[in-house]
């Protein structure tokens, strides 16, 4: 991995055609939010981006910078992968058949290990660097129970100058001992992360309950007044993942009108609340999510590795009632899902909507890993678009990555054909290279 050209404090262009959104496709059409530069031009100062347009009308303003032309490439923003478990790393791809099942025979396994602070370090630099080898820039993050995952990964992170999300997991019943913390400690150990590392340079906490049935009622409170005391923190967690689970949580919370209500109880609904996967959700669970303006998460290769079903990209975005649309984010869920790769990620999406009447387009779905994820994290006036004032995260794409997709490309007629062949056919080969804040992360 380079971290050295350029540094992210010089002024500096670059040259090549870029895509980026300056709407929600799924509410004004694709053909009025996606913007195409044939010939664009992005000059970065400082890492951040001061121009960022045809090249035509830019030009003027490149006396004494440096331009770096990318012709025959694409360039993105960079991706935005809202939620993923760095910790699962070493059992991505584990035969799993359901999800608790999963759990029970991999995660909780590997996950005891990250008290060692050197392997969850280890463990860190390799996710990190899997992270800038196929795109993407920013992660809302799981760490494991034991502070130590959280304060190895904040420091790779923060030495790279990244954009990160992340948080000690919450989980105090129904796991494992060695998985298990109190209301109390949790309480008190994610605080003293949280006030180490939240807004530190690029970083971000998140309060991290693993899900409902893992927390007892007392340490989902302590979670809630936390979030109350920070509210610039996130909030993180599972929903409505799998039917069994959903039947768990009605007899563990049989006092809750149903599992949206439980968080909802506790204070854990809100801006910059997430909630992963969210694929049973009732009606008036939605309903919940948009007047809070809550966020959901889509994890397609998870939910289809894991056989938990599929998410209603209708109802999330395209209510019949505008304002009932729900902040929706593109994640890839390792170690459940089974790619790092966005690119694949934004391919499953596409076959999780054909199998449930909804037809994803490729704008729609390359929103969903940029624009749309970052206002799913209300970063969107920091990251998530490319366009004047924001920080310069970047993915460099090569159509031609591969024979095969060399030889597709020639019969691409349009910018949408484009996409949608690399987000069906491409993986972390077509990512030349990766900017961060104006530093190169992947490539020359």
Not at 307 to 321: D, I, K, M, V, Y
Not at 374 to 389: Q, R, V
Not at 432 to 440: I, K, L
């Amino acid at each position: 991995m380079s971290n050295t050209q350029p540094a992210g404090n010089e002024r500096f262009a670059i040259r090549g055609p870029f895509i980026t959104f300056n709407n929600n496709p799924f509410s004004v059409g694709d053909e009025n939010a996606l913007v195409h530069e044939s010939d664009g031009l992005i000059i970065i100062n400082d890492g951040t981006i001061e121009y960022a347009g045809a090249y035509s009308d830019g030009a003027s303003r490149l006396e004494g910078c440096e331009v770096k032309s990318f012709p025959n490439h694409l360039i993105t923003p960079g991706f935005i992968d809202t939620h993923v478990h760095y910790p699962q790393l070493p059992i991505i791809g584990a035969y799993g058949a359901q999800l608790i099942d999963w759990l029970n025979t991999y995660t909780f396994v590997a996950e005891q290990r990250y008290d060692d602070l050197e392997y969850a370090g280890q463990v860190s630099r390799i996710f990190l660097d899997e992270l800038a080898r196929n795109g993407t820039t920013t992660a809302a993050v799981y760490c494991t129970v034991h502070p130590n995952s959280v304060e190895a990964f904040f420091q790779e992170a923060h030495a790279r100058r990244l954009r990160m999300i992340a948080g000690k997991m919450l989980m105090d019943r129904n796991a494992p001992e060695a998985l298990q913390d109190t209301a109390q400690s949790g309480y008190d150990d994610s605080l003293t992360l949280l006030q180490k590392w939240h807004e530190k340079g690029r970083l971000s906490y998140a309060i991290t309950p693993r899900f409902a049935p893992t927390s007892t009622e007392a340490q989902l409170e302590a979670a809630g007044a936390l979030w109350k005391a920070h509210p610039s923190a996130y909030m993180q967690t599972h929903v409505s993942e799998n039917k069994d689970e959903v039947e768990w949580v009605k007899e563990l919370f049989p006092d809750r009108a149903n599992y949206i209500d439980v968080y909802a109880h506790y204070g854990l609904t809100g801006p910059r609340a997430l909630f992963g996967h969210a694929i049973y959700l009732e009606e008036t669970e939605w309903h919940h999510l948009a007047e809070t303006d809550s966020s959901v998460i889509h994890c397609p290769t998870s939910n289809t590795f894991l056989g938990s079903g599929f998410f209603n990209f209708q109802r999330a975005l395209q209510p019949e009632s505008a304002g009932l649309a729900v902040r929706t984010g593109l994640a890839t869920d390792v170690g459940g899902g089974t790619s790092l790769c966005m690119l694949k990620s934004m391919g499953e999406a596409y076959k999780v909507g054909q199998l449930s009447g909804y037809s994803v387009s490729a704008a729609k779905a390359f929103y969903l890993a940029t624009r749309g994820a970052a206002k799913a994290l209300h970063l969107d006036n920091k990251i998530g678009s490319i366009e004047a004032g924001m920080e310069a995260d970047l993915v460099v794409l090569n159509p031609a990555s591969t024979p095969l997709l060399e030889f597709r490309t020639q019969y691409c007629n349009s910018i949408e054909e484009l996409l949608f062949v690399q987000m069906t056919l491409a993986d972390e080969r077509a990512i030349d290279t990766v900017y961060s804040a104006g530093r190169v992360i992947k490539g020359a």
